[in-house]
Each structure stands twice: as C-alpha cells, then as structure tokens.
T-cell receptor
Framework: AQSVAQPEDQVNVAEGNPLTVKCTYS??????LFWYVQYPNRGLQFLLK??????LVKGSYGFEAEFNKSQTSFHLKKPSALVSDSALYFC???????????FGGGTRLMVKP | NAGVTQTPKFRILKIGQSMTLQCAQD?????MYWYRQDPGMGLKLIYY???????DKGEVPNGYNVSRSTTEYFPLRLELAAPSQTSVYFC???????????????FGPGTRLLVL
C-alpha cells in the first residue's frame, strides 16, 4: 500500500525567510508526486508535480520541490516566504500502476510579518 | 470556465436523513472524484468515475452512492446519514487519457456537512 507522511503539523517562518515543508512517501513502483495548497474555506489548488525527469520541480507562486529517490522525499520549498503563503499544504502520491492518489495529513504553514 | 462547482456549501442533517451533494465541472474532464476531509486528516477517496456511466469505489465508499449519467455531473448520495459522515466533501476532476493518477486533479470549493 502507498502512503505519505508529512511529519510537521505546522511550520512557522518569518516573512522573507526560506521555507521548507517536508514530505516522505512509500510506494511499490515509481512514484508520481504532487503538492496542493488549501486556503481557508477553499478547495485544494494544484502547486506542482513530479512525474519523471529533473529532480527539482518548479511550480506556481514561486514554489519548488525536490524529489529525492534515495530518501523517498519530496520536500516543498520557497526561497522567500510571503504572509500570503500561509495555508494548509498537502503532499500526495500515486504509483505507476494507476492506483488511487494518497494524500498526507497536511502541514499548516504560518508566515509571520 | 467555472471549473468545478459544488452545492450546497454547508448542510446540517439529522441522523437517518438522506441528501445528495452536487458536483459539476465545465472542463470536459473525463475523470471525476469524491473525497472527504476529516479534521486534521488528509483527503480520502470515496468514489471515482472514469467517464459517463462508469463508477468505482475508492478507499471509503461505505454509506455513499454515486452516479454519472453525463460527463459534467457527478452527484454523491448519502442514504442514511450518520454522525461519522460529518466531514468536508470535495469533488475533483481531471482530464486523463493515460495512466490514472498522473494528471492534475482540479478541486471544487467543498461542502461542509454536519450530521447531528
């Protein structure tokens, strides 16, 4: 069975500082990895995905994520955080057999001015 | 495009009542999904559909039913509401021609359901 772990319930960072939201995964085959963001009372919005190719994936709003196969990780990063980045972030994974998308429990990002 | 729309935004049900959560998408996506999100948890897949007339169970289908008569609509039915079904429900869609989960899913704003 595939699974996703987001070890931090909340990440606090000051505006202008770099941020990292951690994600590790477990799948039986090659992973397909996604990051979504959820603002209050809204649905999930797609940020970026890794399917194959370059391990560093660039996405919306200046976010990027690095795929590390040996560590089975897909951490979300941004060089300079904005207050408007404050939201709930979800990592998700599926394998290449067409199984369902599995979400992590989410990490709340708080960016303080 | 309106994207994925859901109605109602919020509903309170009594135990044993039934209701239908509506979902529509105007992107001509072939795949549609229903998820539930419990507090502090990630999303869990209830049902999904790969096209009109075709539906299949996800991870947590018990207590729910779906239908997909057209590409645009994918309603979720709760027949006998139970407190355990108190959750936020999200509908999503994707345009998938190949492997199921490689394509980006687009989400609706959600329906908050409270069963008392």
């Amino acid at each position: 069975a595939q699974s996703v772990a987001q070890p931090e319930d909340q990440v606090n960072v000051a505006e202008g500082n770099p941020l990292t939201v951690k994600c590790t995964y477990s799948v039986s085959g090659n992973p397909y990895l996604f990051w979504y963001v959820q603002y209050p009372n809204r649905g999930l919005q797609f940020l970026l995905k890794y399917i194959t190719g370059d391990n560093l994936v660039k996405g919306s709003y200046g976010f990027e994520a690095e795929f590390n196969k040996s560590q089975t990780s897909f951490h979300l990063k941004k060089p300079s955080a904005l207050v408007s980045d404050s939201a709930l972030y979800f990592c998700a994974v599926s394998d290449n057999a067409g199984n369902m998308l599995t979400f992590g429990g989410g990490t709340r990002l708080m960016v303080k001015p | 495009n309106a994207g994925v729309t859901q109605t109602p935004k919020f509903r309170i049900l009594k135990i044993g009542q039934s209701m239908t959560l509506q979902c529509a998408q105007d992107m001509n996506h072939n795949y549609m999904y229903w998820y539930r999100q419990d507090p502090g948890m990630g999303l869990k897949l209830i049902y999904y559909s790969v096209g009109a007339g075709i539906t299949d169970k996800g991870e947590v289908p018990n207590g729910y039913n779906v239908s997909r008569s057209t590409t645009e609509y994918f309603p979720l039915r709760l027949e006998l509401a139970a407190p355990s079904q108190t959750s936020v429900y999200f509908c999503a869609s994707s345009l998938t021609s190949g492997r199921l989960q490689q394509e980006t899913q687009y989400f609706g704003p959600g329906t908050r359901l409270l069963v008392l």
